[in-house]
Nanobody, 117 residues
Framework: QVQLVESGGGLVQAGGSLRLSCAAS?????????MGWYRQALGKQRELVAT???????NYADSAKGRFTISRDNAKNTVSLQMNILKPEDTAVYYC??????????WGQGTQVTVSS
């Protein structure tokens, strides 16, 4: 069983910054996983924000490029998302994600990010 616990969401003004963190626990080989962040705005489908492999390779949505930075600490089983120059359209529930090499995915409970204009 894998558990993902997010923290760091909140309310921020446009142009501001937030840092999301996610701690993973469970009896799996974390170094063989891809971790990432997805988001779901009200009335919209969940979408990829960014992912990072165990070796540090990253993938970003176009909307996140140049503003968001994903990082992970394999020793602590954590993944973080630094979000800068936030925009009102970044408002969403952000979900931590962990994908095993088998393709199985696990999700956190989500953390709300609200960007006011």
């Amino acid at each position: 069983q894998v558990q993902l616990v997010e923290s760091g969401g909140g309310l921020v003004q446009a142009g501001g910054s937030l840092r999301l963190s996610c701690a993973a626990s469970g009896s799996i080989f974390f170094s063989g996983t891809v971790m990432g962040w997805y988001r779901q705005a009200l009335g919209k489908q969940r979408e990829l924000v960014a992912t990072i492999g165990s070796g540090g390779s990253t993938n970003y949505a176009d909307s996140a490029k140049g503003r968001f930075t994903i990082s992970r600490d394999n020793a602590k089983n954590t993944v973080s998302l630094q979000m800068n120059i936030l925009k009102p359209e970044d408002t969403a529930v952000y979900y931590c994600n962990l994908q095993l090499y088998t393709g199985r995915m696990y999700w956190g409970q989500g953390t709300q990010v609200t960007v006011s204009s």
